[in-house]
């Protein structure tokens, strides 16, 4: 089965520029995950889908960013305008209902904005 | 607030020895997960801990849990050099139901030499 995939896996833009990240989950799994991960911040929660739906998003950072879910399959996070504070790798997870609730990372897409 | 705190956050140890990695968290929690991430990688699901006295095994690696405590370690049995890698834990927020964004700790970057 596949896994998490996510596109593109590198971007590099200039400061001011729209940047958008996609994300397919696994198959059959009902949740969809959003984190970002830098050397002084660690991994950080941006937002959760169920269904969808987003249920938790008070990690995004600001208004520049913003997450949707059009169906089960796909996901994209935008961030308008770019800045170099938001350099990181961004992750996309998904899990499924059920006992244990593992989540099961994407490869990841690295930003750099110059 | 949900803190997760690992210790130590650098491990350099010798191939053949023996050592534990701590995760501690400051609320409630019923799943507790580890995560292996190699340099450049996504994140590697180790362990899923689902309660108190929980011990799962893998190879060289044994991961418990004390919900008590708020406490779960990550020991490593004769270290060998492919288990260098950054060792996560991660603490779901006890809500009740459903799945929920994850709380990471900051990461233990083990070395393990010749």
């Known amino acids: 089965d596949a896994g998490v995939i996510q596109s593109p896996r590198h971007e590099v833009t200039e400061m001011g520029q729209e940047v958008t990240l996609r994300c397919k989950p696994i198959s059959g799994h009902d949740y969809l995950f959003w984190y970002r991960q830098t050397m002084m911040r660690g991994l950080e929660l941006l937002i959760y889908?169920?269904?969808?739906?987003?249920?938790?998003d008070s990690g995004m950072p600001e208004d520049r960013f913003s997450a949707k879910m059009p169906n089960a399959s796909f996901s994209t996070l935008k961030i308008q305008p770019s800045e170099p504070r938001d350099s990181a790798v961004y992750f996309c997870?998904?899990?499924?209902?059920?006992?244990?609730?593992?989540?099961?990372f994407g490869p990841g897409t690295r930003l750099t904005v110059t | 607030e949900l803190k997760v705190e690992q210790n130590p956050l650098f491990l350099s140890m010798q191939e053949g020895k023996n050592y534990t990695i701590y995760c501690n968290y400051s609320?409630?929690?019923?799943?507790l997960y580890w995560y292996r991430q190699d340099p450049g990688k996504s994140l590697e699901s180790l362990f899923v801990?689902?309660?108190?006295?929980a011990v799962k095994q893998e190879g060289r690696l044994m991961a418990s849990l004390d919900t008590k405590a708020r406490l779960s370690t990550l020991h490593i049995t004769a270290a060998v050099h492919d288990l260098s890698a950054t060792y996560f834990c991660a603490v779901r927020p006890y809500s009740g139901g459903g799945a929920d964004g994850l709380t990471f700790g900051k990461g233990t970057h083990l070395i393990i030499q010749p």
């Open positions: 801990l689902l309660s108190n006295g």
């Open positions: 997870a998904s899990t499924q209902q059920g006992n244990t609730y593992e989540q099961y």
């Open positions: 609320t409630t929690s019923d799943r």
């Open positions: 889908f169920n269904n969808n739906v987003p249920i938790d």
